[in-house]
């Protein structure tokens, strides 16, 4: 059905958004459009199982840049649900939450080329396949992967662009705003994030 239609389609773009990225902006973009979706939610894992970093910031600061880099795009919002669970942000249980609440939506994961070849150490993969279907954004360098799942490939070239790398040009001093947006850039000199 199309988006006027009864059958609701939602997108759900996890991470630790630490900062959020035009990346994630152009990949929300890019599967709204190809796969005619009603909404993004993005969701901020407080605890994210693959990534222990002792210097990960603080969830609400993450939430809040995640909030100013959607800003003025209504078809996006942010979701709180992983930030009022304790513990660490498993995908099958928040996927199992949404679900519950809103039986008739069907769900698409949407992730990066670069999560696949982790999957296999998702909890309970098969059950995340059972709940949604994934959208996958093919990054640059990144081979398509034999994968025992059906999924769906997001047509375009996706930029690579990571947190990883914004944080790492942040330390050095270098400009950011082209990678980030002024209203994120600000907030992070506001709170002299990531020096």
């Not at 152009?26 to 210097?55: T, W």
């Not at 996958?136 to 034999?146: D, E, L």
């Not at 270098?174 to 994030?193: R, Y």
């Amino acid at each position: 059905m199309d988006k006027s239609g009864s059958n609701k389609k939602v997108g759900i773009l996890g991470g630790t958004f630490d900062p959020p990225h035009n990346g994630h902006i152009l990949i929300a973009e890019a599967a709204c459009a190809q796969l005619g979706l009603n909404q993004v939610l993005f969701i901020p894992s407080r605890e994210p199982p693959h990534k222990k970093r002792p210097d990960i910031i603080d969830i609400e600061l993450r939430y809040e840049m995640v909030k100013l880099a959607l800003e003025g795009k209504p078809d996006f919002s942010v979701s709180r649900i992983e930030i009022e669970k304790s513990g660490v942000s498993y995908s099958v249980e928040t996927l199992r939450s949404l679900k519950e609440a809103e039986p008739d939506t069907q769900f698409y994961f949407i992730v990066g080329s670069d999560a696949i070849p982790e999957l296999k150490t998702w909890r309970n993969i098969d059950k995340i396949f059972s709940l949604c279907k994934f959208a996958v954004a093919m990054r640059p360098g990144f081979k398509s992967y034999q994968v025992p799942y059906r999924m769906i490939f997001l047509e375009g070239i996706f930029p690579d662009i990571s947190s990883s790398r914004i944080r790492q040009m942040l330390r050095n001093g270098q400009a950011v705003e082209h990678l980030i947006g002024h209203a994120v850039c600000k907030f992070i000199k506001e709170k002299k994030l990531y020096q």
